[in-house]
């Protein structure tokens, strides 16, 4: 059985800015280097079209 990996990094920088760059697609792909879509409506799918019932 292989070991599971285990990495830290840290950020000279605040909480709400770390945020920010996970959440916005376009601070995310600066930050990656790679294509990102991010829906700010929690645990659905980038590009799906939710029904929400008001």
Do not use: C, W
Not at 8 to 23: C, D, G, H, Q, W
Request: hydrophobic residues 35%; glycine residues 6%.
């Amino acid at each position: 059985m292989s070991k599971p990996i285990h990495q830290e990094i840290s950020f000279n920088t605040n909480p709400k800015r770390i945020y920010e760059a996970l959440t916005n697609a376009k601070q995310f792909s600066e930050l990656t280097g790679a294509p990102a879509k991010i829906d700010s409506v929690s645990g659905v799918s980038a590009g799906a079209n939710p029904k929400i019932n008001a």
